[in-house]
């Protein structure tokens, strides 16, 4: 008897101290179906040392932070997205700033430098091949240009109706574009700052707009995709601002469109557009095919609230502003293993 109650503790303890299977990141479509998407992981924050439940009572304490106010540890309310190279900008109006985050070393900051350079209602970023970071504050009505530092240098200026209420910015090797959702308009600047023109009014029909707001620039194919959020749909313009073509229409469903805002386009053509109301984002081809629905309201991983903007990298990372989670996610698009 006492032998079987020793082979039994041992049992106990070894079944005690095993450590319990990982699950499988999430992956679109479920298994056993081939993955086409999977979860990577999320950005919260740029992870300051010490600024955990203790870590931020010390610094309460000794003064560095005041009861009550929001802290630099971590995104409040990510709206705009823009990657390159490992370096992941985020605009967050909640913080008033922008957090540059560095996947290298897991690491961030927050732009522009400078105490007095305070932004209101940051919501979209975008940059320039020579390192220029363009902000987007859709309060102030301004883009400011800053430095590959952080300090604020500028300001895009020259439009002669002025901006209404922009909405997001998109650049190309050549321009930058600006939505404007009271205006109904997008404008065009060189990539020097310089104003160049502006295209679209508040209308329904091909070329028009009701409230234009995420914009992306696809550089493979030298297209604007415009989210026509009122007129739920996507549209897409020449560099130059010729009306190319549409997808997208209202729906309660999948592979419609209820609540239309980031916008992004992958290496193998498909357009990846977000939807607030659905609380995911969906794929599609350039010909209006559904592909794919990713997500459902939640907190965990592949799941959303509010999602706002979307990027898509070099390696088709694919990022995801989740706003109200306040984190950005982070996804692996797979490609297809043609026999």
Same mark, same amino acid.
């Given at each position: 008897m006492n032998r079987l =109650?020793?082979?039994?503790?041992? =049992?106990?303890?070894?079944? /005690?101290? /095993?450590?319990p299977a990982e699950a499988p990141p999430p992956q679109w479509p479920?298994?056993?179906?081939?993955?086409?998407? !999977?979860?990577?992981? &999320? =950005?919260? *924050?740029?992870?300051?040392?010490g600024t955990g439940k203790i870590g931020r009572f010390l610094r309460i304490l000794i003064g560095l932070d005041k009861a009550g106010e929001v802290t630099a540890d971590r995104l409040v309310k990510p709206t705009g997205l823009y990657v390159s190279s490992g370096t992941v900008f985020v605009a967050d109006p909640g913080m008033r700033a922008v957090l540059r985050y560095d996947e290298a070393t897991g690491r961030g900051e927050w732009w522009p430098r400078g105490a007095e350079k305070k932004l209101l209602s940051p919501v979209s970023v975008a940059a320039a091949p020579d390192g220029r970071v363009f902000i987007l504050d859709s309060q102030l009505g301004k883009?400011? =240009?800053? @430095?590959?530092?952080?300090?604020i240098t500028g300001e895009l200026e $020259? @439009?002669? &109706?002025?901006? *209404? !209420?922009?909405?997001?910015? /998109?650049?190309?090797?050549k321009r930058i574009y600006i939505s404007d959702a009271k205006k109904h308009r997008v404008s065009v600047y060189g990539i020097d700052g310089t104003f160049l023109q502006a295209f679209?009014? !508040? $209308?329904?029909?091909? $070329? &028009?707009?009701?409230?234009?707001?995420?914009?992306?620039? @696809? &550089?493979k194919t030298d297209r604007l995709w415009v989210t026509d959020s009122g007129n739920f749909r996507l549209q897409w313009f020449t560099p130059d601002g010729r009306f190319g073509g549409s997808i997208g229409e209202n729906g309660n469903r999948p592979g419609y469109l209820a609540r239309p805002r980031g916008v992004a386009v992958d290496s193998e053509g498909h357009v990846f557009v977000v939807d607030a109301a659905f609380e995911a984002f969906q794929l599609f081809d350039d010909k209006n095919n559904f592909l794919l629905f990713v997500g459902r309201a939640g907190s965990a991983a592949g799941?959303?609230?509010?999602?706002? $903007?979307?990027?898509? @990298?070099?390696r088709d990372r694919v990022y995801v502003a989740d706003t109200q989670n306040a984190r950005v996610q982070v996804f692996q698009y797979i490609k297809e293993v043609k026999p």
């Open positions: =109650i020793s082979s039994l503790s041992l =049992i106990l303890v070894l079944t /005690a101290a /095993a450590p479920a298994a056993p179906q081939a993955a086409r998407l !999977r979860f990577a992981g &999320e =950005i919260a *924050g740029p992870r300051v040392a883009v400011f =240009i800053l @430095d590959a530092k952080g300090n $020259g @439009d002669p &109706e002025g901006m *209404g !209420r922009p909405a997001a910015l /998109a650049a190309s090797g679209g009014r !508040r $209308g329904s029909k091909p $070329g &028009e707009f009701n409230f234009p707001t995420y914009l992306w620039f @696809d &550089e799941q959303f609230s509010m999602p706002g $903007g979307v990027f898509i @990298d070099g």
